[in-house]
T-cell receptor, first 114, second 107 residues
């Protein structure tokens, strides 16, 4: 299957700082990538859809100025959590669309904001 | 709004004890139902895609089936390595996930 990587796998930061998470498709090109957030013992919630070369589409309730998404190439999308606060601590997972609607997921990034 | 409900929330099985997981859904236009396996601290791993009622797919000890209102994931003679959270998701221009069923298989 298609391989998606994320970096870093975990990050700890101080409140008020910004954190960037990278999502890469390793063996294919992805015009569309997705960013999800997962809180403990809960399922994945879609945050935004990232389209190469255009602005991301955010889900209702997700602050686009806080969660900046850039999809500058066909193999890389980045999520920047700006001015992070403890309530932003979560497991962030990206996925890349293959074909019409199948998605392959990255291994996730654990963010802890102190 | 699309809704996906999985049951049970948790399932504890003895090795070799077959069982089924349920995923019921309401969606305006189903363009695919997906099953994923998620291990703790990892991203979801793709298992199956089902597109139409009556469709079945198998992979090792897992078999997924689909009706117009629900999908089942059957685990036959499970082994401890089948322990994981199994997620169901429906696709209607975006993936909507259920809360998952956490399966624990004891040796």
């Amino acid at each position: 299957g298609a391989v998606v990587s994320q970096h870093p796998s975990w990050v700890i930061c101080k409140s008020g700082t910004s954190v960037k998470i990278e999502c890469r498709s390793l063996d294919f090109q992805a015009t569309t990538m997705f960013w999800y957030r997962q809180f403990p013992k809960q399922s994945l919630m879609l945050m935004a859809t990232s389209n190469e070369g255009s602005k991301a589409t955010y889900e209702q309730g997700v602050e686009k100025d806080k969660f900046l998404i850039n999809h500058a190439s066909l193999t890389l999308s980045t999520l920047t959590v700006t001015s992070a606060h403890p309530e932003d601590s979560s497991f962030y997972i990206c996925s890349a669309r293959v074909g019409n609607n199948e998605q392959f997921f990255g291994p996730g990034t654990r963010l802890t904001v102190l | 709004e699309d809704q996906v409900t999985q049951s049970p929330e948790a399932l504890r099985l003895q090795e070799g004890e077959s069982s089924s997981l349920n995923c019921s859904y309401t969606v305006s236009g189903l363009r695919g139902l997906f099953w994923y396996r998620q291990d703790p601290g990892k991203g979801p791993e793709f298992l199956f895609t089902l597109y139409s009622a009556g469709e079945e797919k198998e992979k090792e000890r897992l078999k997924a089936t689909l009706t117009k209102k629900e999908s089942f994931l059957h685990i036959t003679a499970p082994k401890p390595e089948d322990s994981a959270t199994y997620l169901c998701a429906v696709y209607d221009y975006k993936l909507s996930f259920g809360a998952g069923t956490t399966v624990t298989v004891r040796a």
